[in-house]
């Protein structure tokens, strides 16, 4: 039984604590936050004694075997990026795992820094993009990996968010279902200005045309003027609507948000509803206890383990870049510094 403790206890903490529900092989036996009151209302709700406000203190007492790292990039009401002094905190403790939201980084420098760690560190980091691991998302990725659909020839994913808020979950998505082959090449567009200035700076929208190593042809777009919606669907605001088309020789695969649908060559068209939230904390589950397979053996790396994510986020500064430049960019690339600023300027 591994044990584990979490770092934030707001509203996203609590989906990492309920999906415990799932989760067989951990326990989660503390927690930290400098809000107090976040800190005993957490606690008393999921029955957690071991509270904290200092981080420090919570990894030399509890020495937890998977720490869950669910804050802000950005310092509210600040710029100040906390991502990487945070994962190297962790890492200097020498926690054994780490389980961090998304977005794993917001800029240029942030992304080089975390670079940089992946390096050195011994901390097994994964990022929380937890849509690999839902339910309907392994079916239907068995479905292609068994070869129902085909050799895959072409991929359109997209969300109705800011590219920073959900491109992650997207483009780890994207790689799933390609055993995480790299992007190599990106041709990408941006535009509006209006959330540059917030916790997660993003351009309000984008698309791209990516190649990846294996060949594939991927189409992207993010954004609520670009992402689809789907008629008929709930609409619980912009992140709500995700989805990734896998098309193949012999028949497709799509995942969205609220809904699925295959067509393969022996099962004919196939479609069927979703719900969300039950799909969710399941993945949730799923992504944790994926954590502490990679902690019994080196071989069972996690799908979302940190170099993954951050080529993948490699990807998304390729798009902002190739927008600002009208260039095609080659991956991965060393980004400028002040890529926010640049697209402050431009935008």
Not at 11 to 21: E, I, N, S, T
Not at 151 to 160: L, Q, T
Not at 267 to 281: A, T
Not at 328 to 338: A, V
Request: proline residues 5%.
């Amino acid at each position: 039984m591994y044990k584990t403790a979490m770092l934030g206890c707001g509203g996203r903490a609590r989906a990492h604590a309920d999906a415990y529900r799932f989760v067989k092989n951990g326990k989660l036996s503390a927690i930290c936050d400098m809000n107090e009151d976040l800190l005993k209302s957490f606690g008393d709700d999921f029955g957690i004694s071991s509270r904290y406000t200092d981080l420090d203190e919570m990894l030399e007492k509890e020495k937890p075997d998977v720490l869950h790292i669910v804050t802000a990039p950005v310092l509210r009401g600040t710029n100040q990026r906390i991502r990487y002094s945070l994962m190297k905190q962790a890492s200097d403790h020498n926690v054994p795992a780490a389980i961090v939201e998304k977005p794993i980084a917001v800029e240029s420098e942030d992304w080089k820094q975390l670079a940089g760690l992946a390096e050195e560190t011994q901390t097994k980091f994964v990022v929380n993009t937890q849509l690999n691991f839902h339910p309907q998302n392994l079916e239907l990725k068995k479905d292609v990996a068994d070869g129902k659909i085909g050799e895959i020839k072409f991929i359109d994913a997209s969300a109705r968010s800011t590219p920073v808020d959900q491109a992650p979950h997207v483009l780890q998505l994207v790689s799933s279902y390609i055993d995480n082959s790299r992007p190599v090449r990106v041709l990408g567009q941006i535009s509006g200005g209006q959330d540059l200035n917030s916790t997660q700076p993003s351009p309000m929208h984008a698309a791209a045309q990516v190649i990846y190593e294996n060949g594939l042809h991927v189409s992207l777009a993010f954004g609520a003027s670009i992402g689809q919606k789907v008629p008929k669907e709930p609409d619980m605001g912009n992140h709500t609507h995700k989805r990734v088309f896998v098309i193949g020789t012999k028949g497709f695969v799509h995942w969205r948000f609220s809904s699925w649908e295959r067509s393969t060559q022996d099962d004919g068209y196939e479609s069927g509803p979703l719900d969300y939230g039950e799909q969710d904390v399941i993945a949730q589950g799923n992504l944790t206890e994926a954590v502490f397979d990679w902690l019994d053996d080196e071989k069972n790396v996690h799908p979302t383990h940190l170099k993954q994510s951050l080529a993948e986020f490699n990807l998304l500064l390729g798009i902002y870049y190739s927008g600002v430049t009208n260039e095609i960019i080659e991956l991965p690339f060393e980004p400028p510094d002040g890529i926010i600023d640049i697209l402050r300027e431009k935008l």
